[in-house]
């Protein structure tokens, strides 16, 4: 199976903060790689597909960029919604593996 | 607007069975493949398993392959995951999402997972 890293596992921001997110994958997975968002206590929100797409609804601060194995998420400027667990998924290959999540904190 | 909705989670013993519901509106249920993931408390994202638009194909993680069953009666909008033989590590969160998958050259990749139900909490213990 791919095992997916994140790092870092915690962050600390402020708001209006540019905030970068990595994703490393334990071999290549070309750019079939999708973040979420998951806020307490809730499911997991789709932000990005395919390394760059941004899932409709989603603001324009978001963006993913990266192939291969290493990948980011950057959000432009941290807003109070923004706080939450951010996790990357390879979707390359069975089965979809998941990184361990990066808690965005105040 | 796209709904999906788990039911029968709760506490089972080691070796119980249980059987997890999900029911979907607001999309044409039987036009997507349909999977499980799991959430142990304070820990990661786990996909666990999906299905065929008809049912005719199944997808297991390893770790639960020969216990598990995932199910869907397209008539009425269910998905479903019959779980036996459970154990402590089984204990979850359980959501049921609706996949997406893109293809390569006419090859289908592993899904992601544009809408989540709410979960519903397994836990197994004594």
């Known amino acids: 199976d791919t095992q997916m890293t994140q790092s870092p596992s915690t962050l600390s921001a402020f708001m209006g903060d540019r905030v970068t997110i990595t994703c490393r994958a334990s071999?290549?997975?070309?750019?079939?790689l999708a973040w979420y968002q998951q806020k307490p206590g809730k499911a997991p929100k789709l932000l990005i597909y395919k390394t760059t797409s941004l899932e409709s609804g989603v603001p324009s601060r978001f963006s993913g960029s990266g192939s291969g194995t290493e990948f980011t998420l950057t959000i432009s400027s941290l807003q109070p919604d923004d706080f939450a667990t951010y996790y990357c998924q390879q979707y390359d290959t069975y089965p979809g593996t998941f990184g361990q999540g990066t808690k965005v904190e105040i | 607007d796209v709904q999906l909705v788990e039911s029968g989670g709760g506490l089972v013993q080691p070796g119980g069975s249980l059987k997890l519901s999900c029911v979907a509106s607001g999309f044409t249920f039987n036009n997507y493949w349909m999977t499980w993931v799991r959430q142990a408390p304070g820990i990661g994202l786990e996909w666990v398993a999906n299905i065929k638009k008809d049912g005719s194909q199944t997808n297991y993680v390893d770790s639960v392959k020969g216990r598990f069953t995932i199910s869907r009666d397209n008539a009425k909008s269910s998905l479903y995951l019959r779980m036996d033989s459970l154990r402590a590590e089984d204990t979850a969160v359980y959501y049921c999402?609706?996949?997406?998958?893109?293809?390569?050259?006419?090859?289908?990749?592993?899904?992601?997972?544009?809408?989540w139900g709410q979960g519903d909490l397994v836990t197994v213990s004594s």
């Open positions: 071999q290549s997975i070309g750019t079939w």
């Open positions: 999402a609706r996949d997406r998958v893109e293809y390569n050259f006419g090859y289908a990749k592993a899904p992601y997972f544009d809408y």
